[in-house]
């Protein structure tokens, strides 16, 4: 324990961190980076496993999406350990794991062995994620720095997908595809050896016994909803997927009747009754569902409409997040002076103004700035939005359940995700199909990769005509999309301004804390601390 831990125990005050906090803040993004990048680096590492491992197709999906599957359906049940046994603990824990994981996949001598090297990748994810945000709300007790921090949390979050695939690209240039896991393991070996001088331990004095069936249904919940959305989204609607939704859907249902009853719940209801904690809920999902709605169409216009590679088109991707960081201040500014409910509907209405650019002025042959200015203004409403969403959730939890708390964020994070490429893929995917007409060949029907596949058996004159019919039903299909995303960020934003004005940045958090507000570790030095 800190002094200024004591001193806000014993006064009431709000301590200010010091060097030794921030210092300790960018080692909490070691971890967050790379589980971020691991949720994109086999983009463009796939083709070389591939080639070395001969997976069969199934096995090449779960190749790639069991990370995320595990990652989600575990994030709550982590939340809940490392207010239990300790977030330093815990995050440590996972840190050890995730880099024995990573040697495992980077040596993986079959397909199998890499999709179990992944599961574990997942489940050392699922302990770090909620890890760092947790620590912040522990480590950062002025709501001033508290605003910077989260802010720094939220774009180390959003950089790590988006350098996952340049530094998978850069590495797969010059070495072999395992490369491109044992990158992790030096960072991760890092974090070990400093943050136990660096980070405080925390656990939450009053836990009682661990919820295990509610850990069971969380996980039976989270997971079939989250791997039906992104097979729908990949592969398009069915029975089985519809299926899995639904089953999802039930166990979350007996998942809210368990915790209700429970005499030690996982997930704490009462948080729900916080303003500032469903609404930073609620933001951070439709900012996810924008930000990776876009993303697919994205990559696929950079690759297949201009044309560009893959580790190009990484690089330019890589653009529009260059004013991210000027959007969380100017975010953070804006909610000094203004209420923060109409400054996060700003982030929203920006948002949709990148929509509206993709809506109205892009098309097959414009210049490639137009996409950058879209899907700039795009990337910095929506991180904005996250950002001072997080600091909402940091301000409306007591740091006892900050652990649960942020893990419960990080799962709608990663539902919002799967939600937006569910529902502007399936849309995008139905106006461009219906705009290539009959005549076109079945699989360029499917997407519009498949369409460039095709055209490239094809004779010049005919590869011509069906790229540039493709191309214009694609760039029509985000047209579209666009329009839709502008009337949901829209409605966003009306929907913010009614339910969360006049809320604070504390968000309730005194309301709801009827805990003490002491972390529990090291008690010998916490009372010498009170006794000088």
Not at 1 to 24: F, H, K, L, Y
Not at 170 to 175: A, G, K, N, R, T
Not at 232 to 253: F, S, T, Y
Not at 337 to 366: K, M, T
């Amino acid at each position: 324990m800190t002094m200024t831990q004591v001193i806000e125990s014993r006064d009431g005050a709000a301590p200010r961190a010091g060097r030794r906090e921030w210092i300790a803040l960018g080692v909490l993004l070691l971890p967050l980076l790379l589980v971020s990048m691991d949720t994109s680096v086999l983009l463009y590492a796939v083709p070389f496993i591939t080639k070395a491992l001969h997976p069969s197709s199934t096995q090449q999906l779960w190749m790639y999406d069991v990370y995320g599957f595990v990652l989600a359906g575990l994030l709550i049940t982590m939340g809940a350990v490392g207010d239990r046994i300790g977030r330093r603990r815990l995050l440590l824990f996972g840190a050890l794991c995730f880099s024995a994981a990573s040697i495992g996949a980077a040596y993986a001598g079959s397909a199998g062995e890499l999709i179990a090297a992944r599961a574990v990748q997942g489940i050392a994810g699922a302990t770090l994620m909620p890890s760092t945000l947790a620590l912040i709300r522990n480590m950062f007790h002025d709501p001033v720095q508290r605003k910077k921090a989260t802010g720094i949390w939220t774009a180390g979050t959003m950089s790590g997908v988006m350098l996952g695939p340049v530094i998978s690209g850069l590495l797969l240039e010059h070495f072999w595809w395992g490369s491109v896991f044992l990158i992790n393991v030096p960072f991760m070996v890092l974090l070990l050896a400093l943050a136990p001088f660096l980070l405080p331990e925390y656990r939450s004095p009053q836990t009682g016994r661990f919820d295990l069936p509610g850990s069971v249904l969380s996980f039976a919940a989270v997971l079939p909803i989250v791997f039906g959305i992104s097979e729908i989204a990949e592969n398009g609607v069915d029975p089985v997927r519809i299926g899995a939704v639904a089953i999802g859907l039930v166990m979350a249902v007996l998942f809210l009747v368990r915790e209700r009853a429970a005499a030690h719940p996982m997930v704490d209801l009462s948080l729900f009754r916080s303003r500032g904690y469903t609404g930073s809920l609620a933001t951070s999902l439709i900012a996810m569902f924008a930000t990776l709605g876009n993303a697919i169409f994205l990559t696929q216009y950079l690759q297949s409409v201009l044309g560009m590679s893959p580790f190009g088109a990484a690089l330019w991707s890589l653009l529009p997040s260059v004013g991210v960081g000027a959007a969380i201040g100017i975010g953070g500014a804006l909610a000094k002076s203004f209420d923060r409910a109409y400054v996060i509907a700003g982030g929203f209405l920006v948002i949709l103004g990148g929509y509206a650019v993709q809506a109205g002025l892009l098309r097959a042959d414009s210049h490639l700035w137009v996409l950058m200015i879209g899907a700039g203004l795009l990337a910095c409403g929506a991180v904005a939005v996250m950002a001072l969403g997080n600091e909402w959730l940091l301000g409306a939890i007591p740091p006892e359940r900050a652990g649960a708390a942020a893990a419960m964020n990080e799962t709608m994070t990663e539902l919002g995700g799967a939600l937006g490429m569910a529902v502007m893929g399936s849309i995008g995917t139905a106006v461009y199909r219906h705009g290539l007409g009959d005549s076109v060949p079945g699989p360029a029907r499917s997407t519009l990769g498949g369409a460039v596949t095709t055209a490239a058996r094809e004779p010049a004159s005919a590869a011509a005509r069906l790229l540039a019919t493709a191309r214009e039903a694609f760039t029509h299909s985000l047209n579209v999309v666009s329009i839709g995303g502008a009337a949901i960020m829209a409605s966003a934003a009306l929907l913010t301004i009614l339910f969360l004005r006049g809320l604070s940045a504390e968000g309730g958090a005194e309301a709801l804390s009827a805990l003490p507000n002491t972390p529990v570790e090291e008690p010998e030095r916490a009372t010498e601390a009170i006794a000088r």
